[in-house]
Nanobody, 113 residues
Framework: QVQLVESGGGLVQPGGSLRLSCAAS????????LGWYRQAQGKQRELVAT???????NYADSVKGRFTISRDNAKKMVYLQMNSLKPEDTAVYFC???????WGQGTQVTVSS
């Protein structure tokens, strides 16, 4: 059974940066694609970024050029570097692993002055 644990969320001013981390335990980490989703209060969960087992990445239009997803298979970690944050980026951010349909518990990101 795979467990995913996010960290790195917090309160940041507009224009600031945060780096989210997601640690995996169990399973064969390198085999599966991974993604970051977010859910703002009162809204549906949306896909933010994905990274394949081979390292190919895709981003939602709303975060292109600002967010970067990466993975470290040796450490079983996936990251989301978030720059130039905007108030509309405020949400709970979740990591997800395809193939095992595993979700983390989420980490709150709040962008506010």
């Amino acid at each position: 059974q795979v467990q995913l644990v996010e960290s790195g969320g917090g309160l940041v001013q507009p224009g600031g940066s945060l780096r989210l981390s997601c640690a995996a335990s169990g399973g064969i980490f390198s085999r599966y694609g991974l993604g970051w989703y977010r859910q703002a209060q009162g809204k549906q969960r949306e896909l933010v970024a994905t990274i394949s087992s081979g390292g190919s990445t895709n981003y939602a239009d709303s975060v292109k050029g600002r967010f970067t997803i990466s993975r470290d298979n040796a450490k079983k970690m996936v990251y989301l570097q978030m720059n130039s944050l905007k108030p509309e980026d405020t949400a709970v951010y979740f990591c997800y692993q395809w193939g095992t349909d595993s979700w983390g518990q989420g980490t709150q990101v709040t962008v506010s002055s």
